[in-house]
Structures are given as C-alpha cells and as structure tokens.
C-alpha cells in the first residue's frame, strides 16, 4: 500500500512540474481568465491536463499500436497544431479587449477545454516524455506490467497538472479587477504575437 502511495504522489509531482512550464498553453490559459474569468482560464489547462493523462495512459499500459500509430503521424499532426496555434494567435491579436467577462456564462466552456486538448494531442512526442518517465520508475516497460502502479501514475499527473492550472488562473484571477483596457490591449498583442511566432516555429522546423 506504501509503494501505491507514493507512485501516487510522483505522479502528482511530475503533473505539477510537466504543466508548470508557462509556453503557448499557459498563456492561453491566462488570456481567457483575464478576458472571461477563472472558470474558463481552468478548463483552458484542464484541457491539456486531459490530453497528458491520456498518452500517459497508452505509454504505461503499453499500448504501443496506439504510440506507434501516432508517432508515424506525427509530422502531420504537429502541422495541424501549427496551424491551430497561427490561427488561435492571430484572433487573440486582432480581439478587442473587455473590462468585464463574457455575457455568456456557457457559450464557450466547451470550447476552452477543448482547443487546449486539440493542441496537446496533436503533439505525440508528449508519449516520448511518459515512455521515459515510467520506464525510468521501472513500470510501463516490464513484461509483465504493473497496471495498478501505472493507473495511480497516471492519475496522479493529472491531478497535479490539474493542480498548476487551479493555481495559475487563481492568480491570473487577482489581477484580473485591477488590469484597465490599455494593458488589455497590450496583453492581446503580446499573447497573439507570442502564440502566433510558437506555431509558425512549429510548422517551420517540421516541413
């Protein structure tokens, strides 16, 4: 029970320390908390927390026609997340900034968990991490796999991504009351710029 324990309690790290990184996703994650509010801002990362969870998932139950598949089309699954990223970039730098949040308390929920989940699995390298992670803890490789010791893994990364982005847009919350339209303007011309440059260097290092 001990050893479940703790596997449990790596995997909450190792979730925390994968999302922590702040790159094209966290920005967009604060982005929409501070244009619609927290609840958007955590379904943003929660999004991406989903898509972890399920490629840790096939690499430590050893799904490998699965991984196989998704590697051999990699290349053209992180041009289609390229393209999103431009496309995503390009609306958040054009989009006029608002002091108060969306009207619409549910138009778009769905949405913001999944353009995060799209982009996130449309990069399958991500299998890469977890085959590393799980072999590196000695399960996920075995012949005969510990599908117990991988479900509480895997559980737990996305508990502890799941955690960051609970942090992130309750930060990005506090200072959302206190940001007036000027330095809105200025974040979406930062955010898109930003979020446009990652994906046009996603296409370009891959044709």
Known sequence: MENEYIFFLKGLFIGFSIAAPVGPIGLLCIHRT????????????????????????????GLTFISNFLMDQKIILQIVGGVFLVYIGLKIFSSKPQVSPSNSKNKGLLSSYLTTFFLTITNPVTILSFMGIFAGLGIGSLENPDYLLSFLLVIGVFLGSATWWLVLTGLAGIFRDRINPTYLNWINRFSGIFILCFGLVVIITLV
């Open 34 to 61: 501070l244009y619609q509010g927290r609840v958007y801002g955590f379904l943003t990362g929660l999004g991406a927390a989903t898509a972890d969870m399920m490629y840790g998932f096939i690499a430590g139950f």
